[in-house]
């Protein structure tokens, strides 16, 4: 497994905030619905602006913050995917790659944040 660039991470969550704005699109308008997909647009597209702000982060205690936010906001983007399916608002198929690529992108800023406090450990030893 290769490790993925700055760039292109950044392509990729821009990728997804996408898909997700356009999976919301196609959502029935229920004032339920309607609850959930706002949520959902704020999350998804959240991941990709916390990950850029995490490239310009001051210090690695400020890199941290901002990764920790960053991996936040794709659990709960993966949570109100979760509610959606379990609550029968959409077909298991149409959310199936989402889903993979929420939890995708939780691991890889979970693995980031331990990668650089491993880092900041070692320095101070």
């Not at 939890?103 to 990668?115: E, G, K």
Request: aromatic letters at 6%; hydrophobic letters at 45%; one cysteine or more.
């Amino acid at each position: 497994m290769s490790c993925m660039t700055p760039e292109e991470l950044k392509r990729r969550t821009r990728a997804f905030a996408v898909a997700m704005i356009k999976f919301v699109q196609q959502l029935p308008s229920d004032p339920v619905t309607v609850v959930i997909a706002r949520q959902l647009v704020r999350s998804a597209t959240s991941v990709g602006a916390n990950y850029r702000s995490s490239c310009r982060a001051k210090s690695d205690a400020d890199f941290i913050a901002k990764m920790t936010t960053t991996e936040e906001e794709a659990d709960e983007t993966h949570y109100w995917l979760e509610v959606l399916l379990e609550a029968k608002l959409v077909r298991p198929e149409a959310i199936t790659a989402l889903l993979d690529e929420a939890d995708q992108l939780v691991r890889i800023f979970v693995a980031s944040i331990r990668t650089k406090r491993a880092v900041m450990r070692r320095a101070r030893s």
